[in-house]
């Protein structure tokens, strides 16, 4: 899935070869905790009948003072449309919130893409800035977006309607 242009279009890499994406496999194995800043939780998402591969969700330590943490997801694009995603990053969620103990959980995007702000809007968070060209990312300026939702948030969304437990 990493190959598809239509993939990598909103993140900072380009579409890459098997052999480009071995090492950042390679990476995503070890990203098994959030501990330091900067490292994660990567896990895979399969389809529980068949144990497809659908795409990967991420939860990034963005500050251990602050308690911040930061999501991200990548799917093929055959498996979308159909919430697998946003069940991903809301198991991603919960365990950022009730396991790794964190206050705020952020979203970033490029403001193009409407599809990961759509997503984000189904998980509660709120959109919190729009910075206008303060990238520049594969050869233009971009926007970036962030979303933000925190913990007491998330445990009245639960109180509402809680996440199915992680499967
Ligand atoms: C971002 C990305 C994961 C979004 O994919 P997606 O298919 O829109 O997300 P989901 O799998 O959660 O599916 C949600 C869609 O399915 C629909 N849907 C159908 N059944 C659903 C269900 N049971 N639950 C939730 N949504 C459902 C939703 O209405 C939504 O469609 P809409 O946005 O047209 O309203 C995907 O586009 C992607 O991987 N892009 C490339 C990588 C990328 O840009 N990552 C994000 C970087 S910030």
Redesign the pocket.
């Known amino acids: 899935?990493q190959s598809l242009p239509?993939?990598?279009?909103?993140?900072y890499w380009s579409p890459r070869t098997l052999d480009e994406v071995r090492p950042a496999l390679y990476r995503k194995t070890q990203e098994t905790f959030l501990e330091g800043e900067g490292q994660g939780l990567s896990l895979a998402v399969v389809l529980r009948e068949t144990g497809a591969l659908?795409?990967d969700v991420s939860m990034t330590l963005r500050s251990r003072e602050h308690r911040t943490g930061e999501v991200?997801?990548?799917?093929?694009?055959d498996?979308?449309?159909?919430?697998?995603?946003?069940?991903?990053?809301e198991v991603m969620l919960r365990l950022g919130f009730e396991e790794a103990g964190l206050h705020r959980i952020i979203?970033?995007?490029?403001g193009r893409?409407?599809?990961?702000a759509?997503?984000?809007e189904?998980l509660g968070m709120r959109r919190e800035a729009h910075f206008v060209q303060n990238e520049f990312v594969k050869g233009e300026w971009a926007d970036e977006v962030v979303y933000a939702i925190l913990d007491h948030e998330w445990k009245a969304r639960q109180a509402e309607s809680p996440t199915p437990a992680a499967g």
């Open positions: 899935m239509e993939v990598a279009r909103y993140l659908l795409g991200g997801y990548v799917f093929h694009p498996c979308g449309g159909k919430g697998y995603a946003t069940e991903a990053a979203g970033r995007l490029d893409n409407t599809k990961s759509r997503l984000l189904r």
